[in-house]
């Protein structure tokens, strides 16, 4: 499992770590750790490479601190293909860059055995859907099974206190506050979590430690631009 925020780390050491990181990166200093848990906000423009900084974000907190356990969380089925599909073409990249390749596979609900394995440096791609629906695929995850030694996954992978990669928060957590997502996510009992989108949802940017908005994006040639011929 991810090992725990040593003891002497607690919520005002992280908070004055925060401020430094929010003043460093020209971001007004919190006054205290906003939101449930430890959840830290990046902003960053539309195709300025969101899904290649948080594969990158993972393989440096692996390479600084050790954490081999990451579950990135998607809204559905299409952006959770997308993030597989980069994970797969930049394995080589990232491979030669930090000397191993880092796992990751798909969860599904009739494929629980993959959990088992979820050790080393290992990432778990997942959609809403899979927890926080009412079918019966989506309800497996709290559930004791036979064919996985009746435990439920839910508690396999909460013992890892993973690392959340919430991608596009505003649609993966929706805006009531007690609605099923929020409550599931909390279940998977995070070590902390990572909110990376362009267009956070105002009332849930917590803690935002890095801001890559569309002037800063456009200054630095880092998207298209479109130019009109009359």
């Known amino acids: 499992r991810n090992h725990p925020l040593v003891p002497e780390l607690t919520r005002s050491r992280i908070l004055e770590n925060l401020r430094a990181v929010q003043i460093r990166n020209n971001l007004k200093p919190s006054d205290a750790l906003a939101g449930p848990g430890i959840n830290l906000t990046i902003e960053m423009e539309t195709g300025t490479g969101k899904t290649y900084t948080y594969i990158k974000t993972m393989y440096e907190l692996h390479k600084h601190y050790g954490w081999t356990k990451f579950i990135i969380v998607v809204p559905s089925v299409a952006i959770r293909e997308g993030v597989v599909k980069s994970l797969h073409t930049m394995a080589d990249h990232f491979a030669e860059e930090y000397g191993q390749r880092m796992q990751h596979f798909v969860y599904d609900s009739a494929r629980l055995t993959a959990i088992e394995q979820f050790a080393h440096l290992h990432v778990m791609v997942i959609n809403t859907q899979a927890f926080n629906a009412t079918g019966t695929d989506a309800r497996r995850i709290k559930m004791k099974l036979e064919d996985f030694a009746w435990r439920r ?55 935002q430690v890095y801001r890559l908005d569309a002037i800063d994006a456009f200054n630095q040639r880092l998207v298209k631009k479109i130019e009109v011929m009359g």
């Open 153 to 207: 996954p839910i508690d396999v992978i909460a013992a890892t206190h993973p690392i959340l990669i919430i991608d596009e928060p505003q649609s993966v957590l929706g805006a009531d506050k007690k609605n099923k997502t929020r409550q599931g996510l909390a279940d998977f009992q995070p070590l902390f979590s990572i909110l990376y989108s362009a267009t956070h949802r105002k009332e849930d940017i917590y803690n």
